[in-house]
């Protein structure tokens, strides 16, 4: 059986062109393939705003290293191929918005700004997630007392 085959821990994330297979094809370094992966199912994810979390730590952290070398080239297709590489991958995964432009930003980078592109991206994701409702618990249900029984 073939990895593509199997998912370990259910098929939630299964995918007609896995995320892996895109990173291989583009020639993508590891922390940005990690960072385009919490990207990729964030809105699949158990926890989507702990996964685009994750991917601003990895962006930062490529950050980091452009300050001690700058992106190395090491067998990578032209441009064009990434471009519809990463178009098919996120044709094939529903990836829209923004973060399709950070899977762009980070496939492509060339600049620390393209990387803060994509930071910024992924913070405006984050930003559109919805708050969750604070629950009642023995420390805060006598303030929510108070707030009803004030108005």
């Given at each position: 059986m073939a990895a593509n085959d199997r998912q370990v821990g259910g098929n939630h994330y299964k995918s007609p062109y896995e995320h892996w297979d895109w990173v291989l094809?583009?020639?993508?370094?590891?922390?940005?393939?990690?960072?385009?992966?919490?990207?990729?199912?964030?809105?699949?994810?158990?926890?989507?705003?702990q996964d685009l979390?994750?991917?601003?730590?990895?962006?930062?952290?490529?950050l980091e290293q452009i300050?001690?070398?700058?992106r190395q080239y090491i067998l990578r297709p032209d441009r064009h191929v990434i471009v519809a590489e990463t178009e098919r991958f996120a044709a094939a995964n529903g990836i829209t918005g923004e973060a399709y432009s950070a899977l762009t930003s980070l496939a492509l980078w060339c600049e620390a700004s393209d990387l803060q592109s994509a930071r910024a991206a992924v913070d405006r994701l984050i930003a559109?997630?919805?708050?969750?409702?604070?629950?009642?618990?023995?420390?805060?249900?006598?303030?929510?007392?108070?707030?009803?029984?004030?108005t």
């Open positions: 094809k583009i020639g993508m370094g590891y922390l940005e393939g990690v960072a385009t992966k919490y990207i990729a199912r964030w809105d699949k994810a158990p926890k989507p705003l979390q994750k991917s601003g730590h990895y962006i930062e952290k490529t300050a001690v070398a700058q559109s997630i919805p708050a969750k409702p604070v629950p009642l618990e023995d420390s805060n249900k006598h303030a929510e007392r108070t707030d009803r029984n004030n």
